[in-house]
């Protein structure tokens, strides 16, 4: 079975890896989809993303980084992917996750899996681990470590 992983990634958090690895053991393939939001300006462009994930799942074999525009089932068509696998952390993801997922279903006949987060990573988020970082509190350990190197920097650029 191949799945694919959607998000943003803005940047890839431990959790996002937890999720990947725990997916990739059980599938024979996946793919991390970036969307691509023209609306939206990011702290890492969507190539960023793309290398900053590529480093931190870089020890799966059957993992795949790539990009998409638009809906993602029109991605999923296109690449022969039929099932979406999403983490949740808690109860407040699931029922945007839920519309989400029933909506994939009906306008692309595409299936979502569901991937509870591990204890240890149900609390984080991009948004969070960059307010935390934007502060000067510490973010060692919620990120991988190239993606923290990669936040300090982006940050001290900003100042
Ligand atoms: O990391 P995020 O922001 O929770 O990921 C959300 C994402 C990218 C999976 C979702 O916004 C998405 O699939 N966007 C693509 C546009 C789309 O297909 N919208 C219809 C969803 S029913």
Known sequence: MRVVVPGSFDP?????????????????????????NPAKQGTFSVDERMDLIRASLDHLDNVAVDA????????????GIG??????????????????????ARIGDIET?????????SYLSSSLVKEVARFGGTVTGTVPAVVEDALLARLAESD
């Open 12 to 36: 890839i958090t431990n959790g996002h890896v937890d999720v990947v690895e725990r997916v990739a053991r059980r599938v024979d393939h996946v793919v991390v989809a970036v969307l691509v």
């Open 68 to 79: 998409f525009e638009g809906l993602l089932v029109d991605w999923c068509n296109a690449n």
């Open 83 to 104: 099932v979406i696998a999403k983490g949740l952390r808690a109860v407040a993801d699931f029922e945007y996750e839920l519309q989400m997922a029933q909506m994939n």
């Open 113 to 121: 899996m569901f991937v509870p987060a591990s204890p240890s990573s």
